[in-house]
């Protein structure tokens, strides 16, 4: 019969193999979802990446934020965020404005030609997110949906300490 001892090292190598195969699965999808979302804009001219960040934008923040909070937001640089935001600004999608108060800081500001694009797409949008997740029951996205939090605050958490 086998110890305590022999069935917790089972467990940690079956866990770790299970992380292992987690971690590639979460690249893969990020990549596959990726590429759809990227068609599924490519008409529009439209990046995954500006897609992300007009997402960020209208909804992550209360004020237009500056570039760098953008940037802290989507875990990438202000100068990748500086491309972005002058690509969606040439497009009319946001404006880049001088913080009034600190001349140095760049706010960016979504626009209303932003918010009636994404109003026009509610449909499209809403048939796309629905067929990411078929095949998933309630009580699975409740379930992902949960685990995914806990992931995005480790994942933070770690993010912030690997960047001191």
């Given amino acids: 019969m086998k110890d305590s001892n022999e069935i917790k090292e089972e467990y940690r190598s079956e866990r770790l193999e299970m992380e292992k195969y987690i971690l590639i699965v979460l690249f893969l999808i990020q990549q596959r979802w990726g590429y759809i979302i990227g068609k599924d804009l490519a008409d529009d001219q439209i ?17 237009p934020p500056s570039m760098q909070e953008v940037a802290d937001a989507m875990s990438t640089t202000h100068q990748n965020v500086k491309q972005l935001a002058t690509r969606l600004e040439a497009r009319g999608f946001l404006k880049i404005e001088r913080d009034p108060e600190n001349r140095r800081i760049n706010r960016l500001k979504v626009t209303a030609e932003c918010f ?17 997740f078929q095949g998933l029951e309630d009580v699975d996205i409740k379930n992902l949906f949960e ?4 992931l995005e605050r480790t994942s933070s958490e770690l993010y912030k300490e690997t960047k001191k």
């Fill in 116 to 132: 009636e694009y994404w109003d026009k797409r509610t449909p499209e949008n809403t048939k796309s997110i629905v067929s990411l």
């Fill in 47 to 63: 990046t995954t990446k500006q897609w992300l960040m007009m997402i960020v934008m209208a909804n992550a923040f209360r004020n």
């Fill in 147 to 150: 685990i995914m939090g806990k």
